[in-house]
């Protein structure tokens, strides 16, 4: 499970769908002069250089961050992703979740960053740092239930795993349980991929058919523990049929705050087609518990 580099895939689709997600929770978390709690259990590096071997193997940015380039937004939403991404952009830099909530968190709001991988939580403290940032080398999902709750109350978690082994579908279930009896007044956003069967394995997945479904189990699992609310957002690129892997991703939001729905589905309507690979492409957002 420590093979993954998200190097490889920074600044597609996903991440696409996961960073405007998360700046328009932190903007809403904002709206108050308190401070907040920022969690990321799965930090990777922090930035991402578009022009490392990593990222010209795959060039997924390509499907991704290029697919908006010289794009007029008139959505908010993609209007503020883009006015913070083109800074790096012209640096050839990608910036991961951590230096985005980075570049948004306030004096008084504080940043948990951990990541595992021994390469990966070298260049994350190389690349971030600051005062109110606390990085640490250690398992996010340990992490998380052994550092919450904090001394504030309101905050947020981003889950984003890479998903390697098909077991972690059921360790996002079981933390997030665990978790949010500790912290229950926290925002907890987890992006999940959409897979479709794969002719032949991936060095990023075990094989064709063991994540097939896994998302939608997960889905399934957490939407029988009670939470106050739960909000399901999805961006498919193509047709599961259309695809071998990965064809799609979403964020599922517990504790999502008041208008996110309404806010990310104006933002998809426009986003969606400048994303699409295809005709087949679609979005959805989708309360799964409503309050």
Partial sequence: MLSYRHSFHAGNHGDVLKHICQMLIIDKLKSKNKGFCYFDTHSGAGVYQLNSEEALKTKEFKHGID???????????????LSLI??????NQY????????????PQDKLILMEWHNQEI????????????????????EGLLALTPPNMQRGMVLIDPSYEM?????????TVITAYKKWNSAIYAIWYPLISDRKAPNSNFESSDSKKGKSEAMLES???????????????????????GMYGSGMLIINAPWQLDKQIKECLQDLAPLMAQSDSASY???????E
Avoid: C
Wanted: aromatic fraction near 8%; glycine fraction near 8%.
């Fill in 67 to 81: 697919r908006l380039a010289g794009h007029l937004a008139h959505n908010r939403a993609i209007s503020d992703y």
């Fill in 284 to 290: 959805s957002v989708d309360w799964l518990i409503e």
């Fill in 86 to 91: 083109t800074a790096y952009k012209e640096f």
């Fill in 122 to 141: 070298q260049n994350l403290k190389s690349n971030l740092g600051g005062k109110n940032i606390a990085i640490h080398h250690r398992d996010g999902y």
């Fill in 95 to 106: 910036p991961g979740s951590p230096e985005i909530a980075k570049s948004m968190l306030r």
């Fill in 222 to 244: 957490l939407t029988q523990h009670p939470f106050k609310n739960v909000l399901k957002i999805e961006l498919r690129v193509t047709g599961a049929n259309e695809a071998g």
């Fill in 166 to 174: 098909a077991s972690e579908y059921q360790q996002v279930v079981d």
